[in-house]
């Protein structure tokens, strides 16, 4: 399969029902997740963006939608942390085994505690990059938090 990635192999041994939609990934777009809704032709609230952050120095994972932004304190509060602070993409990209534009959540070279925007759950079904550059996978987020151990909280700036 030409879309095998950690990622969907991941999803596939834990036995996650999941599509995969891809699209033309376009290098130096200033907001890939807004790229992607677009490109798969869904509103970006299902559209989930994965940023790597750092919480107290220490790994950890955020997955929020596309057209949101996170809150550090709120992400920081959620992991049981003092303050979080966005990973530096060279890290990031060590520490993942995936390139900016292509992490995922999912099949990580390195677990690290996760926390996923509680106003996902609202989908039935949502899309998280599948862990390369213009693929992206369609799944239940409950499904995701579940093969992911992810935390369920509001980490989201308000606007």
């Not at 509680?118 to 990059?129: F, S």
């Amino acid at each position: 399969m030409s879309t095998g990635t950690p990622a969907t192999q991941m999803l596939k041994k834990a036995k996650v029902a999941f599509r995969t939609h891809e699209y033309d990934f376009v290098a130096g777009q200033h907001q890939i997740g807004l790229h992607a809704a677009e490109a798969v032709g869904l509103p970006p609230e299902r559209v989930l963006k994965t940023l790597m952050i750092e919480v107290d120095g220490k790994p950890a994972c955020a997955v929020i939608p596309s057209d949101a932004s996170l809150s550090m304190k709120r992400v920081a509060a959620a992991l049981g942390g003092k303050s979080a602070a966005m990973m530096d993409t060279a890290k990031a990209e060590r520490l993942t085994g995936y390139h900016k534009g292509g992490i995922s959540p999912f099949g990580q070279r390195k677990r690290c505690p996760t926390v996923i925007e509680q106003a996902a759950l609202a989908h039935e079904e949502v899309v998280i990059n599948g862990g390369k550059r213009g693929l992206m996978v369609m799944l239940s987020p409950k499904d995701a938090v579940e093969v992911i151990g992810a935390t369920v909280a509001g980490v989201c700036a308000e606007e």
